[in-house]
């Protein structure tokens, strides 16, 4: 039996885009004021991996420039 893989709407790939931007400010921000280094460690750890994660799929977001998401995930 095979299994059906259901398509995301345009408006949840641009949820997802946006989810993914807000990734990329975060980490582009940098660490804030009175966040501890172990704190801040997770955090971002947390959100390459949701980054790396999408760019996995990036298949399903054509038309979107993945830059961004490419060089916060590094």
């Known amino acids: ?6 398509q995301p709407s345009a ?5 997802h885009f946006s989810a993914c931007m807000d990734s990329v400010n ?7 004021e009175g966040m501890e280094d ?3 460690a997770d955090c971002l750890e947390r959100n390459k991996a949701h980054l790396k994660i999408q760019l996995a799929k990036a298949d ?4 979107y420039d ?9």
């Not at 039996?1 to 259901?6: D, F």
């Not at 408006?11 to 949820?15: G, T, Y």
């Open 38 to 40: 172990a704190d801040w």
């Open 26 to 32: 975060l980490i582009n921000a940098g660490q804030p």
């Open 11 to 15: 408006e949840e790939i641009a949820r």
């Open 60 to 63: 399903m977001y054509e038309g």
């Open 1 to 6: 039996m095979s299994e059906i893989i259901e």
């Open 66 to 74: 993945l830059k961004p998401l490419e060089d916060a995930s590094k």
